[in-house]
Nanobody
Framework: QVQLVESGGGLVQAGGSLRLSCAASGRTFSSYAMGWFRQAPGKEREFVAAINWSGGSTYYADSMKGRFTISRDNAKNAVDLQMNSLKPEDTAVYYC???????????????????WGQGTQVTVSS
């Protein structure tokens, strides 16, 4: 089992940056693909970014490409999401998620991930 705890959310002005972190428990963290998702008020939760078990492959939603960077440190059981050039529409609760045996074709699907954190709020003011 994997427990996930996100941190790093907060209030930032448009154009600013935030770095979210997700700390994972468990000795098998390095065998899990990791993803970030977000849910804005009144909207469905949506995919943000994913990274494979080794960190060698990353994948982003189109609207995040070039602005967000996902990375992981298996020695520290952690995955980060660096968010730059933030926009008011990036305001949401951000969740990290872990899943095993997540193939590239389904890494953007919520159903591919078994464990979820409690989320961290990101608010971008205009």
């Amino acid at each position: 089992q994997v427990q996930l705890v996100e941190s790093g959310g907060g209030l930032v002005q448009a154009g600013g940056s935030l770095r979210l972190s997700c700390a994972a428990s468990g000795r098998t963290f390095s065998s899990y693909a990791m993803g970030w998702f977000r849910q804005a008020p009144g909207k469905e939760r949506e995919f943000v970014a994913a990274i494979n078990w080794s960190g060698g492959s990353t994948y982003y939603a189109d609207s995040m490409k070039g602005r967000f960077t996902i990375s992981r440190d298996n020695a520290k059981n952690a995955v980060d999401l660096q968010m730059n050039s933030l926009k008011p529409e990036d305001t949401a609760v951000y969740y990290c998620a872990a899943g095993r045996y997540v193939s590239d074709s389904v890494r953007g699907l919520q159903s591919s991930y078994t464990y979820w954190g409690q989320g961290t709020q990101v608010t971008v003011s205009s």
